[in-house]
């Protein structure tokens, strides 16, 4: 069974800081990995979709690493902005049904201006 | 355009009342979902249309109904819920589906729904 963990549940940052987050997976055969952001009462926005292929993947002020060996996958965010506060989720497929994705509990970002 | 619309955004109903969440994306997406998320935790899928047939119904009680009129379109008929079943609900689209992996989903805003 597929389990994903991140790591830290919340953050607090000052503006203009970089900064990591982290996502975990316990079956290494993954397709793919997701990345989204929801706000608060909001729907899920996704940030950037990472295949099994890559090793990274950008967008903007984004960065997402994959390393499938070791279970792992990253979200960096460069010069962070109080707009960036909101929760992260990563998301990975579940087994060999490519329609289930499998969350993390998210990652509540807040950076203070 | 990358935009999954849903309506209404709030919703408060009685237990005996009947009531339907819809869902819309112009993407050309040949996949459809349906999940349930409540406070503080991620999204719980529920249903998957693929190709407007049911694909994926995660055991998800009667009183909650989904239809997939067309590949555009995809509904949520709601009937006798109870106060538990308060939650956001989120329709999602993606290119289709595929084992082993997913096409890149794209989340609507949500619909807040309150049983009283």
């Known amino acids: 069974k597929q389990e994903v963990t991140q790591i830290p549940a919340a953050l607090s940052v000052p503006e203009g800081e970089n900064l990591v987050l982290n996502c975990s997976f316990t079956d290494s055969a993954i397709y793919n990995l997701q990345w989204f952001r929801q706000d608060p009462g909001k729907g899920l926005t996704s940030l950037l979709l990472?295949?099994?292929?890559?090793r990274e993947q950008t967008s903007g002020r984004l960065n997402a690493s994959l390393d499938k060996s070791s279970g792992r996958s990253t979200l960096y965010i460069a010069a962070s902005q109080p707009g960036d506060s909101a929760t992260y989720l990563c998301a990975v497929p579940l087994g060999t049904s490519g329609s289930r994705l499998t969350f993390g509990e998210g990652t509540q970002l807040t950076v203070n201006p | 355009d990358t935009e999954v619309t849903q309506t209404p955004k709030h919703l408060v109903m009685g237990m005996t009342n009947k009531k339907s969440l819809k869902c819309e994306q112009h993407?050309?997406?040949?996949?459809m979902y349906w999940y349930k998320q409540k406070a503080k935790k991620p999204p719980e899928l529920m249903f998957v249309?693929?190709?407007?047939?049911?694909?994926i119904n995660e055991s998800v009680p009667s009183r909650f109904s989904p239809e997939c009129p067309n590949s555009s379109l995809l509904n949520l008929h709601l009937h006798a819920l109870q106060p538990e079943d308060s939650a956001l609900y989120l329709c999602?689209?993606?290119?289709?589906?595929?084992?082993?992996?997913?096409?890149?989903?794209?989340f609507g805003p949500g619909t807040r729904l309150t049983v009283t």
């Open positions: 993407m050309g997406h040949r996949a």
């Open positions: 999602a689209s993606s290119q289709g589906v595929f084992s082993g992996g997913t096409y890149e989903q794209y």
């Open positions: 249309y693929s190709y407007e047939k049911l694909s």
């Open positions: 990472i295949q099994s292929s890559q």
